[in-house]
């Protein structure tokens, strides 16, 4: 058990372009979740995944967020047309879901985006 | 839908004093329940959660919550604090079914004064 590695640590791009992070989950979790979290804040939820399936999105995540998890393994979140606000920390977290039990979501280190 | 609150972004507090900080949930099912540390440029780690069960639960570095129904509330106690319980802690709460989402509170920024 590796736990939840994310990738890159950290991304600096410029406004108007588009970025892709990545999160691997711990291995055998079902689900797979993406929060963000900005300065002085709790995380927020965005979306999230039990197995391939994206089954619920946050009204945060804009038509300019995208996120896939093929074949129930890794996940993407990718922003196009970055803006200013879009800078936070991108956090990723994964949990093992069965019956009751597994309700407790393990995160990755996060990705920390800026957006210049 | 559910949703936390945590007060005073910042606590101080004198080492070997209680630590104390404050989550109270508003939930309209049944809640699970977590406290999540946060150190610096680090993700979440679970201190402890309530599911079901006894209510009051321990967790992790020698903190432990109760559970309150009838006071909404979680709070999250340390009797001694330590130098390397300096961090931000979150409060969060789920549904007890469906997609377990977490809600967070904005959190407390614990300083530890030597």
């Known amino acids: 058990d590796t736990g939840v590695s994310q990738d890159p640590r950290h991304k600096i791009t410029k406004r108007g372009q588009n970025v892709t992070f990545r999160c691997d989950p711990i291995?055998?979790?079902?689900?797979l979740y993406w929060y963000r979290q900005t300065l002085g804040q709790g995380p927020e939820f965005l979306t999230y995944f039990q197995n391939e399936a994206q089954l619920e999105k946050s009204r945060l995540l804009s038509d300019r967020f995208s996120a896939e998890r093929p074949k129930g393994s890794f996940s993407t979140l990718e922003i196009q047309r970055t803006e200013q606000g879009d800078s936070a920390m991108y956090l990723c977290?994964?949990?093992?879901?069965?019956?009751?039990?597994?309700?407790?979501?393990?995160f990755g280190p996060g990705t920390r985006l800026t957006v210049t | 839908a559910q949703s936390v609150t945590q007060l005073g972004s910042h606590v101080s507090v004198s080492e070997g004093a209680l630590v104390l900080l404050r989550c109270n949930y508003s939930?309209?099912?049944?809640?699970?329940l977590f406290w999540y540390v946060q150190y610096p440029n680090q993700g979440l780690q679970l201190l402890l959660k309530y599911t079901t069960g006894a209510t009051l639960v321990k967790g992790i570095n020698g903190f432990e919550a109760e559970f309150k129904k009838s006071e909404t509330s979680f709070h999250l106690t340390k009797p001694s604090a330590h130098m390397s319980d300096a961090a931000e802690y979150f409060c969060a709460v789920s549904a007890s079914y469906g997609n377990n989402r977490l809600a967070f509170g904005k959190g407390n920024q614990v300083v530890v004064i030597p």
């Open positions: 939930s309209s099912v049944p809640p699970y």
């Open positions: 977290a994964s949990s093992l879901v069965s019956g009751l039990a597994g309700v407790e979501q393990y």
């Open positions: 291995s055998e979790h079902n689900r």
